[in-house]
Structure formats: C-alpha cells, structure tokens
C-alpha cells in the first residue's frame, strides 16, 4: 500500500473518532441536563411541601443506582474505564443534582465522610456492593425533615411573638 492510501485510511479512522466523541460529549450534555431539569423539579415538590414523594422518588432512583452497581461490578463490566462509568452516568448526575444543599454538601464533616464513603470506599472490591447512595439519599432526608420540624416550631413561636418582637426580627434581617 502506498503512502496516499495509507494516509487516506488514516485520516478516516481519525475522524470517525472524532465524531465519536463528539457524539459521546453531546450525549454527556443531554444527559446531565435532564437530571439537573429532574432535581430541579423534584426539589421544588419539596419546596411545596411534599418531600415524601421527592424523596420516595429519589430513594426509588439511588436503589436502582447501588442495584446497578452491583450488577455491572459483578459482570466485571464496572471495571472497564469509560463503559463501565456509562449506565449509572443519568443516577449519578440526578442524585449528585437533588442532593445540592441538603446539608449534604453544607457542613465540612458530611462533606468529609461523602468524600471518604463515595471515592475511596466505594472503590474497594468488597465495599463497593454497599449501597451509598440509598444511604445518602436517606440522610438527606433525614436532615430536611429534621429541618422542616425546626422550621415549623419557629413559625409557631412566632404567632405567639409580640409587636416589639416581630420588629426585632425585622431589623435583624435588614
């Protein structure tokens, strides 16, 4: 084969990689803006008041993630650099979304055991069948709740406020 052909053959296969990865960047954009327009209205249900079904929904999403997980690191296909990352790439992105400013990204100590459970331990080969996720969306969970209880009893409190008190608290968020 001679020179020209064999740039010729070169020069194809250069760019039907190209395009390829043109084509696997566009589909990463597509899919994380879909799961950022899911957490986006999931967390508005939140906002209105129903976080059971937000969090029904997002705990029905992180079991599947961790069952997927377990799956394809039991195939072996977990192990394969960029195939492997392909199914979970919409949960992780949709979970990662819905759990923004949960008190799961707002306190260094969370922010420290999120760091350590989902980059180190959910790596190793025995702990990563652990279902992290299902466990993060339930202590997210949790810390809204617990939020919402606070949130209610200051609110009752301040029925009972009086006049002068409820301009102390005007004039501290001036």
Same mark, same amino acid.
């Given at each position: 084969? #001679?020179?020209?052909?064999? +740039? +010729?053959?070169?020069?194809?296969?250069?760019?039907?990689?190209?395009?390829?990865?043109?084509?696997?960047?566009?589909?990463? /954009?597509?899919?994380?803006? =879909?799961?950022?327009?899911?957490?986006?209205?999931?967390?508005?249900?939140?906002? #209105?008041?129903?976080?059971? $079904?937000?969090? /029904?929904?997002?705990?029905?999403?992180?079991?599947?993630?961790?069952?997927?997980?377990?799956?394809?690191? @039991?195939?072996?296909?977990?192990?394969?650099? %960029?195939?492997?990352?392909?199914?979970?790439?919409?949960?992780?992105? =949709? %979970? @990662?979304?819905? =759990?923004?400013?949960?008190?799961?990204?707002?306190?260094?100590?969370?922010?420290?055991?999120?760091?350590?459970?989902?980059?180190?331990?959910?790596?190793?080969?025995?702990?990563?069948?652990?279902?992290?996720?299902?466990?993060?969306?339930?202590?997210?969970?949790?810390? $809204?709740?617990?939020?919402?209880?606070?949130?209610? +009893?200051?609110?009752?409190?301040? +029925?009972?406020?009086?006049?002068?008190? =409820?301009?102390?608290? #005007?004039?501290?968020?001036?």
């Amino acid at each position: 084969m #001679d020179y020209a052909a064999n +740039k +010729k053959e070169f020069g194809w296969a250069a760019e039907l990689q190209r395009q390829r990865v043109r084509e696997l960047r566009f589909a990463h /954009g597509e899919v994380v803006q =879909l799961a950022q327009s899911l957490a986006a209205r999931l967390n508005q249900l939140i906002e #209105d008041g129903h976080d059971v $079904v937000a969090f /029904g929904a997002m705990l029905c999403f992180a079991i599947l993630k961790d069952f997927l997980d377990i799956l394809l690191a @039991f195939f072996l296909i977990g192990s394969i650099p %960029i195939i492997g990352a392909i199914p979970g790439m919409f949960l992780s992105a =949709l %979970i @990662f979304y819905f =759990l923004w400013g949960k008190g799961y990204f707002l306190r260094g100590r969370i922010r420290a055991w999120r760091w350590v459970l989902g980059f180190f331990i959910d790596s190793l080969p025995v702990f990563n069948a652990l279902p992290i996720n299902t466990l993060m969306v339930l202590y997210a969970w949790h810390i $809204v709740r617990k939020r919402g209880g606070k949130a209610r +009893k200051a609110l009752e409190s301040l +029925k009972n406020a009086t006049h002068e008190e =409820l301009r102390e608290i #005007d004039r501290e968020f001036e």
